[in-house]
């Protein structure tokens, strides 16, 4: 059988008003057009539905059998639709983002304020993971998107630009580098460093600025997350090398930070799976940290 829902809507309003015309007038079609329509539904069944004279429209024994039905059926579907509407206008359901630590605690607070603020009925789950886990999470669907650090170009994920993040340099107050405006990289060679491991998405671009600048620098530690490098630091055992998003240094730490000459900087970046459509309420979220590019940048330059 081959028939349409506007069959079955034009079919529907002449039972119920027992004339073409003025189910014409409610489809906004013509009377003509209603009685072809309904002419094709029947042709479709090899049913007839409606026994017509030129006085009255009446249902056949099978079109009065068919119409409860077909009315119950209609009105399910326009539910279902109705919901999905809703869930588009309202951005109803749950979006999940995938962060790292320091994204988390810099910029994941302002967006899920943002969030809850503009659509309230939403609900934002952030996974708070090292930046392998969530890539991972992103290609695997346990994620919607991603907010994550410099992701490397590759044809199975969609990626957009958010903000630059600074990298300075971040030592005791009373080490002989704080007392400058600024330090070039090269002041560096043969400080003893105490950097994020491997499972951060920034170690990688210090590594590789520290090969660029022909730098010798020991790696005295290199731990899991900001605070304990500050703490680390603060004890003397070496500077770092620290996105401005790890910052603000802790308050009574005796650390200072100063930009890095000449200026070396990380890209923040938004990451979805290529050719997959996100759920409505995940689309508004991605377009809403977009949005927010602004108010994200004043916060790597407040944090640096």
């Known amino acids: 059988m081959n028939f349409t829902l506007r069959q079955l809507r034009a079919f529907c309003r002449v039972a119920e008003h027992a004339s073409f015309s003025r189910a014409g007038d409610e489809l906004g079609l013509t009377q ?5 329509t309904v002419r094709e539904l029947e042709q479709s069944l090899e049913l007839r539905l409606l026994d017509r004279t030129t006085r009255e429209v009446a249902l056949t024994a099978a079109g009065a059998r068919l119409l409860p039905k077909l009315r119950r059926a209609l009105e399910e579907l326009d539910e279902v639709l109705d919901a ?24 994941m607070p302002a967006i899920v304020s943002a969030c809850r603020e503009r659509y309230p009925q939403l609900g934002l789950h952030l996974h708070d993971q090292v930046q392998r886990l969530n890539v991972a999470a992103v290609r695997g669907g346990e994620a919607d998107f991603g907010l994550v650090v410099e992701p ?20 005791r107050a009373d080490h002989r580098l704080a007392a400058s405006e600024s330090v070039e990289w090269r002041q560096l060679d043969g ?6 491991d491997g499972s951060s998405g920034s170690r990688p671009l210090i590594d590789q600025l520290l090969r660029e600048h022909g730098l010798d620098c020991p790696v005295a530690q290199q731990l899991g997350h900001s605070n304990s490098v500050f703490r680390m630091v603060a004890a003397g055992i070496g500077v770092s090398v620290s996105p401005g998003l790890a910052m603000p240094l802790p308050d009574g730490c005796g650390l200072t930070a100063r930009p890095l000459v000449p200026r070396a900087s990380r890209r923040i970046a938004l990451i979805r799976r290529r050719n997959r ?12 940290v977009v949005e927010m590019r602004g108010q994200l940048q004043a916060l790597a330059r407040g944090a640096g």
């Open 152 to 171: 490397e170009p590759c044809d199975d994920l969609e990626q957009e630009t958010v903000l630059i993040d600074d990298f300075w340099l971040v030592c």
């Open 277 to 288: 459509t996100l759920s409505p309420a995940a689309e508004r979220v991605w377009r809403l």
């Open 84 to 107: 999905a509407r809703k869930e588009s206008e309202q951005a109803l359901g749950s979006v999940h983002v995938a962060s790292s630590p320091t994204l988390s605690a810099s910029l």
């Open 32 to 36: 003509p057009a209603v009685s072809r």
């Open 191 to 196: 400080e003893a460093l105490v950097l994020l």
